[in-house]
Nanobody, 127 residues
Framework: QVRLMESGGGSVQAGGSLRLSCEAFGFTFSTYRMYWLRQAPGKGFEWVSTIAERTHTTLYADSVRGRATISRDDAKNTVYLEMNSLKPEDTAMYYC????????????????????WGQGIQVTVSP
């Protein structure tokens, strides 16, 4: 059964750090591009970062570039998102997702385009 299981969320003060993990089950993880997205209260989904299969090339949204690092361990079927210098505006439910390719910009914030999607984990950043 396909599953993406996020962990590592929680509450942190502004300026702090968190490392999110997402373990994949039921599909060939190493052949998928992995994504992190988030949804703040009352807002739509926002793409955060992606890491390619094979090359492990990374991309970041402007809102997190320089503060976030995405990585993956294909031997552990796990993708990570480390975030530093957290801000209250980073407060959101964070989701990992998997797709077979790089989604075009016009689809990247639409969860219906992703092949697999996790259940999400809450990150709360207090001032």
């Amino acid at each position: 059964q396909v599953r993406l299981m996020e962990s590592g969320g929680g509450s942190v003060q502004a300026g702090g750090s968190l490392r999110l993990s997402c373990e994949a089950f039921g599909f060939t993880f190493s052949t998928y591009r992995m994504y992190w997205l988030r949804q703040a209260p009352g807002k739509g989904f926002e793409w955060v970062s992606t890491i390619a299969e094979r090359t492990h090339t990374t991309l970041y949204a402007d809102s997190v570039r320089g503060r976030a690092t995405i990585s993956r361990d294909d031997a552990k079927n796990t993708v990570y998102l480390e975030m530093n210098s957290l801000k209250p505006e980073d407060t959101a439910m964070y989701y990992c997702a998997a797709h077979t390719s790089l989604l075009p910009t016009r689809y990247i914030n639409d969860r219906t385009w992703y092949k697999y999607w996790g259940q999400g984990i809450q990150v709360t950043v207090s001032p």
